[in-house]
């Protein structure tokens, strides 16, 4: 008899778009928030309530490893999770309702009240609160459908809904510094609006828009760390994606650690400052269903082979820029936007292809584990890129300070800025060609998955 019934046989005609935007609701609250936290938040609580810089650094570095550390943590448990209400459901309630709280208390934070005190536990609760939401919901994403392709349109809906949420943050500020120009705490009012606004009925949305059916009904063993890391970094396919993801954020976070450097000191043109983002992200909303396509035709691995090295080309092309070539800049940043995020979608779909072949042949059941780690690997990412490019740009004698920087330091920027990005998204698209788990290994997966006896779920 099959295993995960009902899930499993969910059709596409029961997953209309309109469920699954609901679905996908808590996904626009979540990457709202998110560049304001660490872009907006710890500037403003510094510079209009007081609070010591070094202190907030400290406690927001704080928070994201917490964060980090507790993905895997809490993938293993809800995997394990077994409730009436379905396994994933409960940690994204509780979680959604400790990001609120956080949220509330970091964009909405009362004159005479704001302390060390108060702002570490906003922290805590946000990055607790985000953790225990996203990646139940990223597992349960790849749990509501079986079918090869119908996984892809549902992480290109959360690719759409992320990119949406970027632009409607990124105005924010702009909206701000036309009504008061430098009013901090009107900015965290904005931001703290557009998070709680769409957070409240997105988590009812998100809670109620689909069944959690997936919670097996069985006695399980204790809980194994070694069979848990084994799960892991026993899997080949799997640590293609992690290292394939990684190397996708690296390539990103370069050229987002760099953007604004290159605009305002290497263009001179500082009124592109936040122009540029918004320029690009605003295409960005349209590669989601544009690479939608391109996924059903070509499968979920060739397309990330396509996507990665479209993106490579894209950037190499900015090798060729000079200080008079702003147009240029402008072409490239508009085919980067209707490339965003295209990589990282076809491979967030292809983990729940590999937590179905990983059941098959193992009987383990690790969907939220193995999305727990594919977002470390995403944090990883991010945290190479400022790892290596600012203090390689440095090394090379850029200084953001300085009145004037030698051509050889603005040469280098640019080269940083060009290469790093196109070498990461180069070896992301060579870790996942040829990659075997394709849409017909899928589907034998699935038929042999369809008539397996249950084992112990999850096996630990």
């Given at each position: 008899m099959p295993y995960y019934t009902p899930?499993?046989?969910?059709?596409?005609?029961?997953?209309?778009?309109?469920?699954?935007?609901?679905?996908?609701?808590?996904?626009?609250?979540?990457?709202?928030?998110?560049?304001?936290?660490?872009?907006?938040?710890?500037?403003?609580?510094?510079?209009?309530?007081?609070?010591?810089?070094?202190?907030?650094?400290?406690?927001?570095?704080?928070?994201?490893?917490?964060?980090?550390?507790?993905?895997?943590?809490?993938?293993?448990?809800?995997?394990?999770?077994?409730?009436?209400?379905?396994?994933?459901?409960?940690?994204?309630?509780?979680?959604?309702?400790?990001?609120?709280?956080?949220?509330?208390?970091?964009?909405?934070?009362?004159?005479?009240?704001?302390?060390?005190?108060?702002?570490?536990?906003?922290?805590?609760?946000?990055?607790?609160?985000?953790?225990?939401?996203?990646?139940?919901?990223?597992?349960?994403?790849?749990?509501?459908?079986?079918?090869?392709?119908?996984?892809?349109?549902?992480?290109?809906?959360?690719?759409?809904?992320?990119?949406?949420?970027?632009?409607?943050?990124?105005?924010?500020?702009?909206?701000?510094?036309?009504?008061?120009?430098?009013?901090?705490?009107?900015?965290?009012?904005?931001?703290?609006?557009?998070?709680?606004?769409?957070?409240?009925?997105?988590?009812?949305?998100?809670?109620?828009?689909?069944?959690?059916?997936?919670?097996?009904?069985?006695?399980?063993?204790?809980?194994?760390?070694?069979?848990?890391?084994?799960?892991?970094?026993?899997?080949?396919?799997?640590?293609?994606?992690?290292?394939?993801?990684?190397?996708?954020t690296a390539g990103q976070g370069v050229r987002t650690g760099l953007l604004l450097f290159v605009i305002t000191i290497y263009f001179g043109k500082p009124e592109w400052a936040a122009g540029m983002f918004l320029f690009q992200y605003s295409f960005g909303i349209l590669a989601a269903p544009i690479w939608q396509r391109i996924g059903t035709g070509l499968g979920k691995s060739r397309a990330a082979v396509l996507a990665e090295l479209v993106q490579a080309a894209i950037n190499f092309g900015l090798v060729f820029l000079t200080p008079e070539s702003f147009g240029l800049m402008l072409a490239l940043a508009l085919l980067q936007g209707l490339s965003q995020g295209s990589g990282n979608l076809f491979l967030r779909s292809m983990v729940a292809d590999i937590a179905d072949h990983h059941r098959a042949e193992t009987g383990e059941d690790r969907v939220g584990l193995y999305y727990s780690v594919f977002s470390v690997s995403q944090k990883l990412g991010g945290a190479i890129a400022v790892g290596v490019a600012l203090p390689l740009v440095s090394a090379f004698g850029f200084d953001p300070r300085g009145v004037v920087n030698p051509p050889q330091a603005l040469q280098a920027l640019i080269l940083v800025f060009a290469l790093g990005p196109a070498l990461a998204h180069t070896a992301a698209a060579a870790l996942v060609a040829g990659f075997p788990l394709d849409s017909r290994a899928h589907a034998e997966v699935r038929r042999k998955l369809a008539y397996q006896a249950p084992r112990l779920v999850p096996a630990e």
């Amino acid at each position: 008899m099959p295993y995960y019934t009902p899930a499993e046989d969910t059709s596409s005609e029961h997953l209309s778009r309109g469920r699954l935007l609901r679905f996908s609701a808590m996904a626009v609250p979540i990457y709202a928030a998110a560049q304001p936290v660490i872009a907006f938040v710890p500037a403003i609580l510094s510079r209009h309530y007081g609070i010591p810089l070094a202190t907030l650094g400290l406690l927001f570095l704080a928070g994201q490893v917490l964060n980090s550390l507790l993905d895997p943590v809490i993938g293993a448990l809800s995997d394990r999770t077994v409730s009436r209400f379905g396994r994933r459901r409960p940690w994204i309630a509780g979680g959604g309702v400790l990001f609120i709280l956080g949220c509330a208390m970091l964009f909405f934070p009362p004159p005479g009240l704001v302390s060390v005190p108060w702002v570490s536990a906003a922290v805590l609760l946000y990055y607790t609160g985000a953790a225990a939401t996203v990646t139940p919901l990223l597992a349960w994403s790849g749990e509501i459908s079986g079918d090869y392709h119908q996984r892809t349109r549902i992480a290109s809906l959360f690719t759409f809904l992320s990119s949406a949420a970027l632009v409607l943050t990124l105005l924010l500020p702009a909206i701000a510094d036309q009504l008061r120009p430098d009013d901090g705490p009107l900015r965290l009012t904005l931001f703290g609006t557009l998070v709680l606004g769409t957070a409240l009925p997105g988590l009812w949305l998100t809670l109620t828009a689909l069944p959690d059916r997936s919670a097996a009904r069985h006695e399980q063993g204790p809980f194994d760390l070694k069979a848990t890391l084994r799960a892991v970094f026993a899997n080949p396919l799997l640590l293609r994606v992690l290292a394939s993801d990684t190397a996708v954020t690296a390539g990103q976070g370069v050229r987002t650690g760099l953007l604004l450097f290159v605009i305002t000191i290497y263009f001179g043109k500082p009124e592109w400052a936040a122009g540029m983002f918004l320029f690009q992200y605003s295409f960005g909303i349209l590669a989601a269903p544009i690479w939608q396509r391109i996924g059903t035709g070509l499968g979920k691995s060739r397309a990330a082979v396509l996507a990665e090295l479209v993106q490579a080309a894209i950037n190499f092309g900015l090798v060729f820029l000079t200080p008079e070539s702003f147009g240029l800049m402008l072409a490239l940043a508009l085919l980067q936007g209707l490339s965003q995020g295209s990589g990282n979608l076809f491979l967030r779909s292809m983990v729940a292809d590999i937590a179905d072949h990983h059941r098959a042949e193992t009987g383990e059941d690790r969907v939220g584990l193995y999305y727990s780690v594919f977002s470390v690997s995403q944090k990883l990412g991010g945290a190479i890129a400022v790892g290596v490019a600012l203090p390689l740009v440095s090394a090379f004698g850029f200084d953001p300070r300085g009145v004037v920087n030698p051509p050889q330091a603005l040469q280098a920027l640019i080269l940083v800025f060009a290469l790093g990005p196109a070498l990461a998204h180069t070896a992301a698209a060579a870790l996942v060609a040829g990659f075997p788990l394709d849409s017909r290994a899928h589907a034998e997966v699935r038929r042999k998955l369809a008539y397996q006896a249950p084992r112990l779920v999850p096996a630990e």
